[in-house]
């Protein structure tokens, strides 16, 4: 899994980040089947509190992802996948080719668009 986070996200951060963005949020979905699918958004508003997931609907862009999204299969129940992305993206904050592109803004959030929101990074 993380091979392929990996070079997506890669790919995505070498495009130029538009000036109002604060935050990056990583959304998941559930598609048909065992499809399971991610998007990249960058936001303009960020707040650590996990009872306020709203800044993540306060969209700057999409990369293109919403088009696009990074997809795979899987035969797995939604907590399973979450923990799969959870360590994919944490992976990538330590060692990844752009994680200071990250790191460089207010925060990195990851969920599930109708559910909680898990905060993987706050820039301190």
């Not at 990056?24 to 958004?41: A, I, K, R």
């Not at 923990?83 to 200071?100: P, S």
Request: glycine share 8%; with cysteine.
């Amino acid at each position: 899994m993380y091979s392929k986070i990996e070079e997506w996200l890669s790919n995505l951060l070498e495009q130029e980040i538009p000036s109002e963005t604060v935050a990056f949020c990583f959304n998941l979905y559930e598609d048909d089947g065992d499809t399971w699918s991610l998007e990249l958004v960058g936001t303009g508003d960020f707040d650590v509190d996990p009872g306020n997931p709203d800044w993540a609907c306060e969209e700057v862009t999409d990369f293109d992802t919403r088009e696009a999204p990074l997809s795979w299969e899987k035969e797995a129940e939604w907590d399973e996948i979450l923990d799969d992305v959870i360590t994919a993206l944490k992976q990538y904050l330590e060692t990844g080719i752009h994680a200071d592109v990250l790191k460089a803004y207010a925060g990195v959030g990851v969920g599930f668009v109708d559910g909680d929101m898990e905060i993987l990074y706050t820039k301190e």
